[in-house]
């Protein structure tokens, strides 16, 4: 089945829908009614399947059930990290699933802080792949800095430990100083900077990983956690796609800036 193309796929579906409506036919009776409102839908439903032009669609959903057509944009991301080599199924078979999920977050920026970026090489050319733009920084100085300056941002990717001194402001453990400034931020003045979702990624194990991330996942919007690019992606799909989902409110007209 895996290379049947859509033509036939819409063939075999509009078969097996009025299959449905024969069986139906044949062993209902509703009221004493064989041409009942189902009926006439299963048999509507067949003719839709052939007349749609599916390669225009990127899903459909009903009955609980989603079915991707589209799925260009996953499909591209494997493409480019070649991970029919890598065999990694179950990373393949999570972006496929979530095809239309992708296509929705698209254009989606994240500030990643990791003090080594160069680990993270795999994982950010599958964001861009994916159509996420990531800007890269080090140290919770250079992304405070960043987000002052620019806080058009949906969410944080971070790691756990580095070096830092955010510790000194919540009393948190001195070299968990992702989670410490993660902490911080949630103080921030501006509300973007303060309410933005943030996901950590550390290679701990998972108690590990829940006991150090406590104090950011204590307090509002909670942390996600993750320690493998599964967890990572699933995470980030999620967080933005939320974030997506609630439309960015645009002023009508510039609000004039006060002289000091």
């Known amino acids: 089945m895996k290379n049947i193309k859509p033509p036939i796929v819409k063939i075999l579906l509009s078969i097996s829908v009025i299959l449905l409506a024969i069986i139906r036919f044949i062993f209902f009776d509703t009221l004493g009614e064989k041409i009942d409102p189902i009926f006439l839908f299963l048999l509507a439903s067949a003719v839709a399947i052939l007349i749609l032009p599916w390669e225009r669609l990127e899903s459909i959903k009903a009955g609980g059930i989603e079915l991707s057509l589209n799925k260009k944009q996953a499909e591209r991301a494997l493409k480019g990290l070649d991970l029919d080599r890598m065999e990694n199924k179950q990373l393949k078979e999570m972006l496929l699933s979530k095809a239309s999920e992708i296509e929705l977050i698209k254009g989606s920026r994240i500030l990643w ?73 949630r103080n921030h003045k501006d509300l973007i900077i303060k309410t933005l979702p ?32 599964e967890g990572l992606l699933n995470n980030i799909i999620m967080i933005l796609s939320e974030v997506r989902s609630n439309p960015i409110k645009v002023r009508s007209e510039k609000k004039p800036t006060r002289i000091k």
């Open 198 to 229: 943030v996901a950590f990624y550390a290679a701990y194990s998972w108690d590990r990983l829940k006991k150090f991330t406590k104090p950011a996942r204590e307090i509002r919007p909670k942390a996600e956690i993750s320690n493998t690019i």
């Open 113 to 185: 802080i990791d003090d080594n970026p160069h680990n993270l090489i795999g994982e950010r050319r599958l964001l861009r792949e994916l159509g996420l733009e990531v800007v890269m920084v080090i140290s919770s100085e250079m992304a405070e800095e960043i987000l002052n300056i620019d806080n058009d941002f949906d969410m944080i990717i971070s790691d756990v430990q580095r070096k830092g001194t955010s510790y000194k402001l919540n009393n948190g453990i001195q070299i968990h100083e992702g989670v410490n400034f993660i902490v911080k931020l």
